[in-house]
């Protein structure tokens, strides 16, 4: 099994740039396909990012040229790198971690970004 811990969230004036962090314990951190879903306010939970152990990455539409996904295996820590923050931007935002078979799954708690006009 693993565990993931975010961090990096924050209040944060559109227009300005955040990283989340998460690391990864408890497994080996570099057979999963890593991922950045949200979940704004009344809104349901959404993807925002994911990589594959082997650093293809993917992004929806929605944040496109804005966030980048990337990992580190060394430090078993996967990152998102939010530029050109929007208020729409606002959501809790969670790590998540799968295996290539989606036959396991594990969540981070979230780590709240907070984006003002």
């Known amino acids: 099994q693993v565990q993931l811990v975010e961090s990096g969230g924050g209040l944060v004036q559109a227009g300005g740039s955040l990283r989340l962090s998460c690391e990864a314990s408890?497994?080996?951190?570099?057979?999963?396909?890593m991922g950045w879903y949200r979940q704004g306010p009344g809104k349901q939970r959404e993807l925002v990012a994911t990589?594959?152990?082997?650093?293809?990455?993917s992004a929806a539409d929605s944040v496109k040229g804005r966030f980048t996904i990337s990992r580190d295996n060394a430090k078993n820590t996967v990152y998102l790198q939010m530029n050109s923050l929007k208020p729409e931007d606002t959501a809790v935002y969670y790590c998540?971690?799968?295996?290539?078979?989606?036959?396991?799954?594990?969540w981070g708690r979230g780590t709240q970004v907070t984006v003002s006009s």
């Open positions: 990589i594959t152990p082997g650093g293809s990455t």
């Open positions: 998540h971690a799968r295996s290539s078979l989606r036959t396991y799954e594990a």
């Open positions: 408890g497994s080996p951190f570099r057979i999963y396909v």
